[in-house]
């Protein structure tokens, strides 16, 4: 796999509410004595409020720079608006092989869009999805990790005050990355599955609070290089942001129809400075277009008639964009119930999934390719590999300075 990154001018961004960027890894694990002051949530768990002694696992060892060791693992944790996710994996070649992984909705993001906080029933969702992820990371032979968060932290007035919390309670240490950085680990972890050609290209991420467009150059996809970064915009519409925006009211095909209406009108309203900028590659013969979401790799799951979902079917697969389309027109005027019974959807995804196919439809209108990649790969994928590359070229670096210095020593010796 490629170790040559796009360009990451995130320093000088997305640094509201603390959030930092481009960094190669983090090597903030502490795990001291808590308090668990945690509220019962549905499942009973907490202690209802009452502070009782809590010690975290100790895995202040991951993250620590030390020679390589066979068979020891790397790490990316991606906490978004509405999904917590883990990917662990040991390098195999240029590549990974996935080791243990863990994905769990915890709507970190839910009401925010209207309130500006993170609820505590969120909050508490999240942090037990989180010391599942910091188990795993302690069992797990992890030599360096990275976990980052994304809108929901970036947007909402606590959000400096949970990452605190986290890292107290599971000690896991959050970096909150810009929506540029963000951008560019989707590109870097899912570019691979860009459809060939020679037009450029837009690949698309659309999360729970926000959603990014790139511009990539034109040319041939290869595996073994990144596409150079032209153009990005964030927006901060996503499923759950846009969702709670609009409102949930869905009593009528009327009411659905006019819902779905202003939907797409918000975000082809944010995207517009995006569009013009585009307008001109956007005529090009050979555009293409790559999305990695929920939504996608779930619409793509309905364009197969998949009875569960399964990711060796979808990820990677060329959809037909009119098909696409299509489908979000039939989701968009069907009831939650009608929508939750349809395999791959299900009662969360049957709330949000709307809003996502706005979204999608929104992209199509100022990208119109004719074809879709899917893609059910990003953000931990691209942290992974930007974990590994940077590691290899430490370990080159190191190697020169070794050889150099041997090479100075000789040529000492042979002075003498």
């Known amino acids: 796999m490629a170790e040559t990154l ?16 481009g960094k190669v890894a983090d090597f ?38 030390r020679s390589a060791v066979h068979g020891e693992a790397y790490a990316a944790l991606d906490l978004g608006t509405n999904n917590c996710r883990l990917l662990i994996a040991r390098p195999s070649g240029r590549d990974f092989t996935v080791i243990d992984a863990f994905s769990r909705v915890v709507k970190l993001g839910e009401g925010l869009a209207t309130s500006g906080r993170l609820s505590d029933a969120a909050m508490d969702r999240t942090l037990s999805a989180l010391s599942i992820c910091a188990d795993k990371l302690q069992r797990r032979n992890v030599r360096l990790a990275r976990s980052v968060a994304t809108e929901a932290c970036r947007r909402a007035e606590n ?16 970096d909150i990355i810009s929506a540029e950085e963000e951008a560019r680990l989707a590109v870097l972890g899912c570019h691979i599955l860009l459809e060939s050609g020679d037009g450029p290209a837009v690949i698309f991420d659309i999360g729970g609070g926000s959603t990014e467009l790139v511009l990539v ?12 970064i032209l153009d990005w915009q ?68 309905l364009y197969l008639e998949l009875p569960s979902y399964d990711r060796k079917a979808v990820d990677g697969l060329i959809v037909p964009a009119s098909e696409m389309r299509d489908i979000s027109a039939r ?36 990208w119109p390719a004719r074809r879709l990649g899917v893609a059910d790969r990003g953000i931990r994928e691209g ?34």
């Open 331 to 366: 989701l968009s005027v069907m009831t939650p119930y009608e929508r939750s019974t349809l395999p791959c959807i299900g009662h969360d995804r049957a709330e949000l999934v709307v809003a996502g196919c706005a979204i999608l439809e929104a992209i199509l209108d100022l």
């Open 383 to 416: 942290i992974l590999r930007s974990l590994m590359a940077a590691e290899r070229q430490s370990e080159r670096t190191l190697k020169a300075l070794h050889q150099q210095r041997s090479g100075h020593k000789s040529a000492r010796q042979r002075a003498q």
């Open 28 to 65: 903030r694990y502490k795990r001291p004595p808590q308090q668990d002051c945690r509220k019962p949530g549905r499942d009973g768990r907490g202690n209802g409020g009452k502070c009782a002694p809590r010690t975290a696992p100790d895995i202040s060892a991951i993250g620590t720079m």
């Open 217 to 228: 150059e034109a040319g041939s996809a290869e595996a073994s290089r990144v596409p150079r």
């Open 6 to 21: 796009p360009p990451d001018k995130s320093s000088k961004a997305g640094k509201r509410r603390g959030g930092k960027s």
């Open 159 to 174: 959000g400096l005050e949970f990452i605190e919390r986290v890292r107290r309670e599971t000690g896991v240490a959050l």
């Open 234 to 301: 964030s927006v901060p519409w996503g499923v759950v942001s846009l969702t709670d925006t609009v409102g949930r009211a869905e009593d009528s095909e009327a009411a659905r129809i006019a819902r779905y209406a202003r939907m797409r009108q918000l975000v082809s309203d944010s995207f517009a400075p995006f569009a013009g900028r585009v307008a001109k590659a956007a005529q090009h013969g050979d555009i293409r277009l790559l999305g990695t979401s929920g939504t996608v790799t779930t619409l793509a799951s």
